[in-house]
C-alpha cells in the first residue's frame, strides 16, 4: 500500500487532497502515515479517524490534550507543536502532500524533502524563500518534486517528452483576481471581505488575499524560477480572467504548449497524486461552446505593484524571496485586522526589501528564517507609523 501524509490536511488544499484520497479507495487503499493541521482540531481529528492515520499533529502546541481528546479510542497517536510537525513529515511516506500556509510550511517541506519518495508542494513559499535549498535536499534525499499548484503543473505538464534546451520562456496565467478591472483608487478602501471573495477559485484566506494584490503571481514567478530553472527575462505573466489555461510554454520554433482544465485544485493534486499515470478525476469537463471566449490582458504593474516587486525579487534571488513573502506575511495579518489598507501592503514589502540587505541565495534554513524574522520586524516598525 502506498504510504501517504497530508501537511496542512484542514486546508483547502488538504480538502481537496484527501477528497481524492477518500474517492481512491482511502484506507483501504492507502496506508495514511500523517495527517497535520493548526486550528481545526475537530477536524483533523474527523479525518485522521476515517483514513485511520497513524499520527494526527496540530502545530498548536496548547491544542494537544484537546486533540487527544477528540481522537480518543481511535488508535491515532496525536501529537502537537513545530517539532512534532517536522518528525510527523519525516516519517517514511511514499508521497507527501505540502499543504501549510506560508512561511510554517517550510521547515515540514524540508523534512519531507530529506526523506526520499514524492513531495508534491502546493507550499509555494518553500521555492521563494529557499527555492535552491529545497532543491539540493530533495537531491539529496533522493526526492521526487511535483508541483501542485496549478500554473507550475500546467508548465511540468507542457514540459513532458521536451528538452529544457529547447524552452524559450513560459508565460504564467493569472485571473486577475476580484480587482482586476479596478483603478487604483477604488483598490483603496476595499475591505478583507472584498479581497477574499474570488471570482473562480475556492480557497484558503491567505491565497486569495494575494490573489487579489497579484502577490500571488509575484510569488508564482519566483516558484517557476526555481522549479524549471528559467532566467527571469523567459517567465512572462498573462492576465487570463477565465483561469481555463493554467499556463503555457513557449519553445524556441515559436510553438506554445498550454495545458487547460477547469478551475479547481484537484486536477493539480490529482495529477501529482497518480504521475506519471493519469487517473479519471472528478473535475468538471471544459465546454468551449458554453464558455464561447477566452480572454488575456496585458498584467498592469502599476496598478498591481507585486508584479513589478517580483521582477526586482527574481533578479535578486532567495533572500529578496524570503523578505517579500515575510514581509506580505506580516502586511496581510495588518490588513486583515483592518490597521493598513489593501495598498499598504505592497508599500510595506517595498520598505522591508529596502530596509533588510538581502542580494543573492540563503545558504541554510536557520538563515532564511533569521532573514522572514528580520522581514517581519521590519514591517511591523513601519506598521506602528502608518496605523490607521
Ligand atoms: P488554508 O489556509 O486553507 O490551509 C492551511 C493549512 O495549514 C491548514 O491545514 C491549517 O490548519 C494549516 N496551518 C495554518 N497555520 C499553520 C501553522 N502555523 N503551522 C502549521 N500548519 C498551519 O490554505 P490553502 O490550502 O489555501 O493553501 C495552502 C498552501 O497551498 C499555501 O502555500 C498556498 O499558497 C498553496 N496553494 C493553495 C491553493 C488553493 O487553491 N488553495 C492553490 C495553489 C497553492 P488549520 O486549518 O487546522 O488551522
Known sequence: MRRISVLGATGSIGASTLDLIDRAGGAEAFDVVALTGANNIEELAQHARRLNARIAVTADESRLD??????????????????????????????????????AGLRPSFAAAGRGGTLALANKESLVCAGRLLLDCCARGDTTLLPADSEHSAIFQALQGERAATVERVIVTASGGPFRTFTTDQMRDVTPEQAVAHPNWDMGVGISIDSASMFNKALELVEAKYLFDLTPDQIEVLVH???????????????????????????????ALDYPERRALPV???????????????????????LR????????????????????????????????????????????????????????????????????????????????
Open 241 to 271: 480572467p477565465q483561469s481555463i489555461v493554467h499556463s503555457m510554454v513557449g519553445f524556441r520554433d515559436g510553438s506554445l504548449i498550454a495545458q487547460l482544465g477547469p478551475p479547481d485544485m484537484r486536477g493539480a493534486i490529482g495529477y
Open 284 to 306: 468538471e469537463r471544459v465546454d468551449f461552446a458554453k464558455l464561447a471566449r477566452l480572454d488575456f490582458e496585458a498584467p498592469d504593474p502599476e496598478r498591481f505593484p507585486a
Open 66 to 103: 484537546d486533540l487527544r481528546a477528540a481522537l480518543d479510542g481511535s488508535g491515532v497517536e496525536a501529537a502537537a507543536g513545530v517539532a512534532a510537525l517536522e518528525d510527523a513529515a519525516r516519517e517514511p511516506a511514499d508521497w507527501t502532500m505540502s499543504a501549510i500556509v506560508g512561511a
Open 309 to 388: 516587486i517580483a521582477k526586482d525579487v527574481l533578479e535578486a534571488g532567495g533572500r529578496a524571496g524570503t523578505v517579500m513573502n515575510a514581509a506580505k506575511e506580516a502586511a496581510m495579518a495588518g490588513f486583515l485586522d483592518r490597521r493598513i489598507g489593501f495598498l499598504d501592503m505592497a508599500v510595506l514589502v517595498e520598505r522591508a526589501l529596502d530596509a533588510v540587505a538581502c542580494d543573492g541565495e540563503p545558504e541554510s534554513l536557520d538563515e532564511v528564517l533569521a532573514l522572514d524574522a528580520e522581514a517581519r520586524a521590519a514591517v511591523a516598525e513601519a506598521m506602528k507609523r502608518m496605523d490607521r
